[in-house]
């Protein structure tokens, strides 16, 4: 037993401030903007009348969450890479100097987005069109009969209906805000230390002080600090929807 040792050594680490700064900027882009990605193709999917093509486009959509993401690493270096990436390999058919994407700290962050929202939009569509799928069609009806259009029938009876859905979804992330995707940041940055100013988050400081130092004490600690910041965000999340919705989690 050591009391607060621990704490101290990760409150005191000269990288505390940017790892809590990465890891709130890469999950604050991850709420901005993958979280409402399934929410979007599902109302998409919602509108499309052709049955074989919205099975088409749901298939193709939910087959990147089965790749690892080891796998999209490799692909990544395969499409961007400087030397063998297929752009840098059309741009110089074309005369027009490579682009490194790879290891660019103003790439990273449209890179790490985009890439999750790829993996995951289709998978996460999924509860949002079982919520879809429970709305009565007469509501839909009579709204067309009352002259409303499709974008007045999404604002005025998918959108709230889906709401309960997405606020407890929402909860959820809100609670996991400080647990980003350990293994996609790790992947995409390698062992570049070029990236750590804008890609080293609390997981990695983690992990390289865990299994490259020795320190796995560290990790429980830090667990520990994440599970009652988690804890504390959950309850004010859920609070906050009761009052405004009134579909919390409790």
Known sequence: WVGLKNFELFFN??????????????????????????????ILLNEVRHSAYKRFIQTISYFPHFIS???????????FSVNVGFVNSVLADFGISPIRVLGNHRVFLPLLVGSAIWKEIGWGAIIYLAAIAGISPEQYEAATVDGANRFQRIMYITLPSMAPVIVIMLI???GAILNVNFLQILVITGNDAGLYEVGDVIDTWVYRAGFFQGQM????????FKGVISLVLVYGANRLANKLTDSGLW
């Open 13 to 42: 680490s000269p990288y505390f401030v940017r790892l809590i700064r990465n890891t709130l900027v890469i999950s604050g882009l991850s709420l901005a903007f993958v979280f409402p990605a399934p929410i979007l193709l599902s």
């Open 69 to 79: 993401w080891v796998v999209i690493g490799g692909l990544l270096i395969y499409m």
């Open 172 to 174: 959820l992330r809100i």
């Open 217 to 224: 004490s560290l990790a429980t600690a830090v667990g520990l």
